[in-house]
């Protein structure tokens, strides 16, 4: 239990809740219900339900055969591109949606950067009934008009976000101060970053995706530990649910990948372990990029859903320790990736997991190696991008 979350939100030296007096009963009340309902059967039978009926899970684990073979080694692929809404966000949606529901909340409010977070939220509020309100920074809400448009439909309300570089960091801004002055609603936070308790239940909602590649394993090679492990880092759920269950196995190399943008050292990246220091962002202590007066940097990605200026607490504490290795891609890189794995396996990628897919080609396998890669999302969103570049890279 060397990496799970302490008695006071920590992992290590990161985490903690940083936040205003205000929002500490918040997070108290959230810490106190997940404490009490997640590990009834009565919240399981419900949440795995939905998982099972509602999202599509198990999500399938597909032996890539021609990844592996030019890559040289067994290459798996967890598919969570095929859960509903796209990605694995729904995961976290559904299990906090469904605390807030316990906890007597009617009204939900969240942020989102490239939109898969709001439409997933907003996909989750109305089938409870409840009311939605997203914040999304106002260049993200130009450049991702088919996820606005998915979560009007779905009857949320899109805020803008104005402030600072109108993006992903700007609208997590404005909800958490939408938040301290309407402390009744309830913050459904996409990733494993923010204040305590929240890095750790939203690990504790995607940890069901390396439940299943654990059991999958063993139906498939009798041994329920790969040899790798690989996803792409924004916040990190994803990650830190493609990792969770095997945090322990010291034997399974863990390897996060960031988006270096275009490249670490120019200026314009998301690489925020290469380039970041010990800081505090959005209510816990974590890496971040920040300069020598504490401002953070503005990140760069092609990929909306990493261009994050921070990572979760989870991430900071395996990268200190060396548990996790992370690992980056470039702009380029990744939609060469993604356009292989399309070309090759039929199977269009999200963005974000093509910086995972990225990486395939810079780590020295073994042929016997059985290598997972977390598939987060599907490129549906991304289509626009690809095209752009598509004589380029096809
Ligand atoms: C949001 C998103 C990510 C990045 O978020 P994490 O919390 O780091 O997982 C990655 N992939 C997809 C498809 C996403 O939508």
Redesign the pocket.
Known sequence: MKYSVDENGFYGDFGGAFIPELLHHNCDELKAAFDKYFYTEEFQSEFRGLLKDYVGRPSPLYYAPKLSEKFGTNILLKR??LNHT????VNNTIGQALLAKRMGKTKILAET??G??GVATATICALLGLECTVFMGEIDIARQAPNVARMKMLGATVVAATSGSKTLKDATNEAIRYWINNPETYYLI????GPHPYPAI?AEF?AIISEEIRKQLLEKYGKETPDYVI???????????AFYHFLDDEEVKLIAVEAAGLGVDSGETAATMQKGSEGIIHGSKTMLMQDEDGQIVEPYSI?A??D?PGV?PLHAHLFKTGRGTFLNATDDEALQAAFLLTKEEGIIP????SHALAVLEKIDFKPQDIVVLNL???GDKDLETYMKFSEKYS
Do not use: M, W
């Open positions: 969570e591109d796209g990605a694995h966000k950067g490239a898969q977070h996409g990733s494993v970053v939203v995607q996803a792409c880092v924004g916040g990190g759920s994803n990650a830190a649910g990929s859903g990493l994050y979760g999200a963005l974000e997991s987060s999302g599907r």
